[in-house]
């Protein structure tokens, strides 16, 4: 094929040119677009990111969805707010676009819009969209069911939970009894001074759970000090605790000199974890 001696376009937006070497008037043709792998939610998939529990999830807090065809590497996001497309990927609950903090090929972690935090709200189709298609909606029902961070991100095991100057407490920095800690968690539900979808929990005024959870550590009450979101992060809880003076724990234990950890709020309790304990 030669230079084409001229081009036109008509009424209907097609491109033609004239191939001078051929004589002959040619059309434009588009490749069809690549078609990527169809994004399909795993049965069960939809689950409290600190947790991994897939009960029920909490509007505001952080959820991982997992599955295929999300995308073909990995994307973190790097803009606050957070964005609602990320590696070409979206997040639709009920329609509404959620905030990414980041995509891979088989999971895609997000926060749980706040708007769906409604009385007549009580589940949501959720759907992932890409350059592939729109994945098969898979419901979550709607639940303030708490989940402590953990170390191992599994949900098991010991919990990210820091002595009050932020240092981690491990085996080898264990905590005391009567000192003040602080628990990790997401899903502890509705909070004074609301944040914007996505974006970072204001300093000042804090926004405070309007239900204080419940806490137990080797199966005793802890005094809550403070419930709420931690400054700074998106969909990222604090519990600032007394640890009891009568926590102990269990002779021959086969994690260590730990005790377990758990929270609840209303009825639904969160996953449990473990606290050294010296």
Not at 47 to 73: C, D, L, Q
Not at 117 to 123: F, L, Q, V, Y
Not at 219 to 232: D, E, K, M, T
């Amino acid at each position: 094929m030669g230079a084409p001696a001229a081009i036109a376009l008509d009424a209907a937006g097609n491109i033609y040119f004239a191939d001078s070497s051929a004589g002959r008037i040619r059309k434009v043709t588009a490749a069809p677009p690549v078609s990527g792998v169809a994004p399909a939610i795993a049965a069960g998939g939809i689950v409290n990111a600190a947790s991994f529990g897939a009960t029920e999830i909490s509007p505001g807090s952080i959820i991982s969805i997992f599955g295929s065809g999300f995308g073909t590497a990995i994307s973190v996001a790097s803009t606050v707010p957070l964005p609602t497309t990320l590696g070409g990927a979206r997040v639709l609950l009920n329609g509404i676009e959620a905030p990414l903090f980041a995509v891979t090929p088989t999971q895609i972690n997000l926060q749980a819009p706040w708007q769906l935090r409604a009385p007549a709200i009580t589940a949501a189709n959720v759907e992932v969209v890409t350059a592939g298609g729109r994945s098969p909606a898979r419901m979550i029902v709607f639940g303030d069911q708490p989940g402590i961070f953990t170390t191992q991100q599994n949900g098991q095991g010991p919990g990210i939970i820091t002595h009050a100057n932020g240092s981690l407490v491990t085996l080898a920095n264990p905590a005391a009894n009567g000192e003040v800690l602080v628990i990790y968690c997401t899903g502890l539900g509705a909070v004074t001074n609301q944040p914007a979808s996505g974006g970072i929990s204001p300093s000042g005024p804090l926004a405070v759970s309007m239900v204080t959870p419940n806490v137990t550590i080797g199966n005793i009450a802890a005094r809550v000090l403070f419930a709420g979101l931690a400054p700074g992060y998106i969909g990222l809880y604090q519990v600032n605790v007394e640890l009891p003076a009568n926590a102990r724990p269990l002779p021959g234990d086969p994690d260590g000199p730990v005790v377990r950890v758990s929270t609840t709020v209303g009825s639904l309790r969160g996953n449990i974890v473990t606290l050294a304990l010296r």
